[in-house]
């Protein structure tokens, strides 16, 4: 069974190259269904597979930037990218990200940073979460409010309504973002990405997973243009940090083409699901894997505190992540072939009838 195995160039270790191709193919549907570059799952699986963390890390970078352009291009070609929103924002991430990164250094040299780090990562995890299903709660009771007075229950309501809040803030200049629908002071977003890139630059990840539900329930926009915009963002800051890694010899751009193999497949799937899964079901799904990922943090936190569960707790950790992305990229797989399914059967049945 040797052929299944592939030497990796410059860190010189054997790697299973199928697992490679199915991780990539997994974490490019969801990558380009919850719009994020997938750092957080993608690097705990590497690590399952043999790769040491610092290679890990610059291999998931490079293949998160290299997944995140197909994925934009595919979102684009359903005008779920807003261009001008995701430029406006990029500014506040590059700064943010550096300044998450000079805390970081900060942490490193009082001595506590893994445990500061991880910590955050928690507390922001339960706050998704909790957002995400408060949300959907309230969207809920709404909808029972109106169909018990007889009104039309409209598939755009919403739960919380930040956003719409946000949207009124009189800053100039004043900017239309004509794909996500909404007129706001460039402030907002501006202020939103630099918040996000400073957690996203101290937690070590592409920033997906705090950006697009701050696309969503902060600026507002539609569920599916976040996903497309945030993919967008996470392109450009993947490909600076693939040439930051790649020039400091972290990065196995072997295993990353094999990677994009699998994740060229799974973003064309992911990007046409969200045509089939709209709004609320994206965020459910979303909600899900935030909640594995917070599981899986809280059993690494648990290890200094049970030193005889260390090995447990470790392996645990990364079947729960990985676990979730089989399962939710399964779900995706499925709905999107139901989609296309009907689809194609309601275009036979209008051709047959005229």
Excluded at 172 to 193: D, E, H, T
Excluded at 271 to 295: D, E, L, N, W
């Amino acid at each position: 069974m040797d052929w299944l195995y592939i030497l990796m160039p410059i860190s010189g270790f054997m790697v299973f190259w199928p697992g490679l191709i199915i991780l990539g193919f997994g974490v490019g549907i969801l990558g380009a269904f919850f719009g994020m570059g997938g750092a957080w799952m993608v690097t705990p699986g590497l690590n399952l597979l043999g790769f040491p963390m610092a290679f890990a890390i610059g291999t998931d970078i490079a293949h998160m930037a290299g997944k995140c352009l197909v994925s934009t291009m595919r979102h684009g070609k359903f005008g779920n990218v807003d261009y001008p929103l995701g430029i406006v924002m990029l500014a506040g991430t590059v700064v943010g990200f550096e300044v998450g990164a000079q805390i970081v250094m900060l942490l490193e040299r009082m001595g506590n940073i893994n445990t500061v780090v991880r910590w955050i990562y928690v507390v922001l995890l339960s706050f998704i979460t909790w957002m995400v299903f408060y949300d959907l709660h309230k969207r809920i009771q709404k909808d029972k409010a109106i169909a018990a007075a007889g009104g039309q229950v409209s598939d755009m309501s919403t739960g919380l309504d930040w956003a719409a809040t946000m949207q009124k803030l009189p800053i100039p200049p004043i900017m239309n973002f004509k794909q996500a629908g909404i007129r706001m002071s460039i402030w907002v977003p501006v202020l939103v990405s630099f918040l996000t890139g400073v957690l996203a630059g101290i937690l070590g990840i592409g920033g997906g997973l705090l950006r697009m539900p701050a696309l969503i329930y902060v600026i507002g926009c539609p569920t599916h243009v976040a996903v497309g915009t945030d993919l967008f963002e996470v392109m450009i800051s993947g490909l600076y940090g693939a040439a930051s890694y790649t020039y400091k010899g972290r990065t196995e751009l072997v295993a990353a083409i094999i990677m994009l193999v699998g994740a060229a497949i799974g973003a064309q799937i992911g990007a046409i699901a969200t045509k089939y899964v709209k709004g609320y079901g994206i965020r459910i799904a979303f909600g899900i894997c935030v909640i594995a990922c917070g599981v899986s943090i809280a059993m690494r936190l648990l290890q200094p505190v049970v030193p005889s569960l260390t090995g447990f707790l470790d392996v645990a950790s990364t079947v729960t992540i990985l676990g979730t992305v089989t399962a939710v990229a399964g779900y995706v797989f499925v709905r999107m072939v139901g989609g296309v399914s009907q689809e194609l059967a309601m275009n036979k049945a209008g051709k047959a009838q005229s």
